[in-house]
């Protein structure tokens, strides 16, 4: 309606909804529709597109074995996403994954995994979960790994105290153009 212009939902099969009208979209009514693949992504595959050599996944699968933490950055719709998706499946399955996220986006390729979401809370706020929020209660679940989908604020200090406190190979997705601007 008019004092809530602005919709974020999700369907069924877990595709998310975005939808605005006036006065945030003054062209009418827009609604994008993302839709997720069924099957997941493997390494294999990634091989066979031509998106990755057989050095990097080697590199990964050392990263991954020796609990490194794994930052992967890129513009919007490059596959962060996606790799981060298929780096999951070189975790050893005994491992305990805490998968944090705004949004929902991630298919772990793992057993053991607890996913948490953000949530927007009521009318008044009431019932709103940040990131903040879920990385406090993840350290607080013996998490083996803890994985952020998506790095875009304050989250990223709380990720890096969550490192520092003897959290290793946690690995999250971040939105830049290059190495350092990821570090920036």
Not at 124 to 131: A, P, R
Request: contains cysteine; proline residues 5%.
């Amino acid at each position: 309606d008019e004092l809530h212009p602005r919709l974020d939902a999700r369907l069924p099969d877990g595709s998310r909804v975005c939808a605005t009208m006036p006065p945030v979209t003054k062209q009418g009514v827009c609604i994008a529709i993302r839709r997720f693949f069924t099957e997941k992504l493997t390494m294999k595959q990634l091989l066979s597109f031509g998106s990755i050599s057989e050095d990097a996944i080697e590199f990964l699968r050392i990263c991954v074995e020796m609990k490194k933490n794994v930052l992967v950055s890129g513009g919007t719709g490059s596959g962060k996403t996606s790799l981060l998706n298929v780096i999951t499946g070189l975790i050893p399955v005994e491992e305990r994954l805490l998968i944090l996220e705004d949004v929902k986006e991630l298919q772990p390729q793992s057993v053991h995994v607890v996913q948490m979401e953000c949530a927007p809370g009521d009318k008044e706020g009431k019932g709103k979960v940040e990131m903040k929020d879920l990385l406090h209660s993840t350290l607080r679940m013996r998490p083996d790994r803890i994985i952020i989908g998506e790095i875009r604020g304050g989250e990223a200090l709380d990720l890096i105290n969550a490192i520092n406190t003897g959290h290793g190979g946690a690995m999250a997705t971040i939105h830049a153009s290059s190495p350092t601007q990821a570090l920036q």
